[in-house]
């Protein structure tokens, strides 16, 4: 492969690395790559899934919850990766936001979201609480990052199709932390995917240093005082990291850089001609750059990375706090109550105060409360507040402001659709729910052929005894029903007379 790389590409690195380190760095093209995938804590323990895992897991050093597994184990191609137990990512990919220091309760923005992966290791430490925006400008990109989000079960993401620069207002100070998983050159990729080499060869590392640029500049302004930012690419070029940091602290002096000591440093001496401008940095920013980390594939079990950890601090700096500007959702035809105390699903769907000062919605809720009371044991919605946007319910995070004027994908988790006076429950709800929430489930054995059946669409016999149900529920059987695989949800059904009706959505069977 080393072969293939770009002469170019060859020749920089060489002048960056020196020829020793170069030989190590090119000899790592030539070794296996490497496999990774994520548990997904929202819906299993790392213990758990370590226990019932069919695949030969190692633990990635650097990832609370990631393993390595063997070429060839294909997690792809397993019930529980319908499940959402877990996410295939590549090992260096999972360590930005480890450090960013995701708690539940905060206010959290993935800027560069698409296709997910990091959006749904962040929605893994909040646990559900708090509110997490994910962002990508790129309508096609957005379409794959809301399938991951729905497919891990994420329950308090807002996702939005956005530039950043329309975002500001919005967000001007809001969030406890932002991570810019930023477009770039894509150099760390060359060996996990040779087609970036080509996509190299077409842009210039210039062109991703102005989008860097801004990126940087835009999430500063939307960052509460003591908040976080972590920047990184997948990409050497110091134009692209080290470069970009320098500038940023050189500009915004209320940030520092917080060291990062598990990966090799920043490298504050390739601030240099012929890659940077000579001299064009002050010797704080310069010094601050060696706390940044680099991924060396030569050096670890992983690809190329860098990732800068920036922290504001409390003083006041030339942005304000507080988000609440702007009123009324921008298509939502109703809001429900938003009292900050924990509210109970069918108080939610009463929506009380907020309601009677908005406009009734389009469509009668009763439907949906009548959904909630016949299957539903506890009340998933309780955490959020339920928005109408024409006939489609979403239970959107609280603590969000008004959206007024941003192109919002999903306002919430999304929780089904009202049509013609019925309701009807969305796969993304039956994949945020658990097993223990539902008051009529199924579960089957990932040993039963009928696990694989259903979630290639047919129709299933089940016995009426095999329906877990809700011991005080006296109703019959019939109707909506929570199908797992091992306790685990992946979808509904309809049990009629020993019969399911497979309602697992087409797009998402098992080919
Ligand atoms: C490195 S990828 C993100 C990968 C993602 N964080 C993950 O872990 O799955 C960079 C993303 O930035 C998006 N992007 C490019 N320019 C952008 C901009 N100005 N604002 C927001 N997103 C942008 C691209 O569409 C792309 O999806």
């Known amino acids: 492969m080393t072969k293939q790389l770009p002469d170019l590409f060859k020749t920089k690195m060489m002048d960056l690395l020196g020829a020793e380190e170069f030989e190590q760095f090119l000899a790592s093209y030539d070794q296996a790559r490497l496999f990774g995938l994520r548990v997904n804590t929202a819906k299993i323990s790392k213990e758990e899934f370590a226990a019932r895992s069919p695949f030969t897991l190692s633990k990635v050093p650097w990832a609370a919850d990631g393993f390595y597994y063997q070429e060839g184990e294909r997690p792809g191609k397993h019930p529980y990766y319908h499940a959402g137990l877990y996410y295939i990512q590549e090992p260096s990919a999972m360590a930005p936001v480890e450090l960013l220091q995701v708690e539940p309760g905060e206010r959290v923005l993935d800027l560069c979201a698409a296709p997910g992966g990091k959006s749904t290791q962040i929605a893994a430490k909040m646990q559900g609480e708090g509110v997490l925006v994910v962002n990508d400008i790129h309508s096609d990109r957005v379409k794959a990052l809301v399938k991951n989000l729905e497919l891990l079960g994420v329950r308090n993401a807002v996702v939005l199709n956005e530039k950043p620069e329309r975002m500001l207002t919005v967000f001007n100070g809001y969030f406890d932390k932002i991570l810019i998983d930023a477009p770039c050159s894509g150099e760390g990729m060359f060996r996990k995917e040779e087609e970036m080499m080509q996509q190299w060869e077409r842009h210039s590392v210039q062109e991703f240093a102005v989008m860097q640029r801004e990126l940087l500049g835009q999430a500063a302004q939307m960052l509460a005082p003591g908040g976080r930012i972590v920047y990184s690419t997948c990409t050497f070029s110091p134009e692209e990291n080290e470069a970009q940091i320098a500038e940023f602290l050189d500009k915004h002096l209320d940030f520092n850089v917080v060291p990062v000591d598990q990966f090799s440093a920043g490298q504050p001496d390739w601030l240099r001609a012929p890659w940077c401008e000579e001299g064009a940095y002050s010797s704080r920013s310069m010094e601050a750059v060696a706390g940044t980390a680099r991924l060396w594939p030569h050096r670890l079990k992983g690809e190329g990375h860098y990732v800068a950890v920036l922290q504001r601090g409390l003083g006041r700096g030339d942005v304000g706090g507080g988000g609440d500007v702007g009123s009324g959702g921008r298509d939502a035809d ?27 919605p389009a469509v009668s809720l009763e439907p949906l409360q009548a959904f909630v009371g016949e299957l539903l044991r506890s009340e998933p919605f309780a955490a959020g507040r339920l928005v109408c946007y024409g006939e489609h319910a979403y239970s959107s995070p609280e603590g969000l402001p008004e ?44 040993s039963d052929e009928r696990a694989l059946r259903y979630l290639k669409g047919e129709t299933l016999e089940v016995a009426e005894s095999e329906l877990i149900r809700d011991p005080e529920v006296t109703q019959a059987a019939k109707g909506y029903c929570l199908v797992c695989i091992d306790d685990h949800p992946v979808g509904w059904g309809k049990w009629h007379d020993g019969m399911l009706k497979n309602e697992y959505p087409p797009g998402w069977r098992w080919t």
């Open 334 to 360: 109703f809001v429900s109550a938003s009292s900050g105390r924990k509210r109970s699903g069918r108080e939610a769907l009463r929506g009380k105060s907020r309601a009677d000062a908005t406009p009734r």
């Open 403 to 446: 959206l007024h004027g941003l192109k919002v994908v999903r306002p919430g988790w999304y929780i089904g659709a009202l049509h013609r006076g019925r309701f009807e429950p969305s796969h993304a709800l039956a994949m945020g729910l658990r097993l223990r929430e539902a008051k009529r489930a199924l579960s089957l054995a990932s």
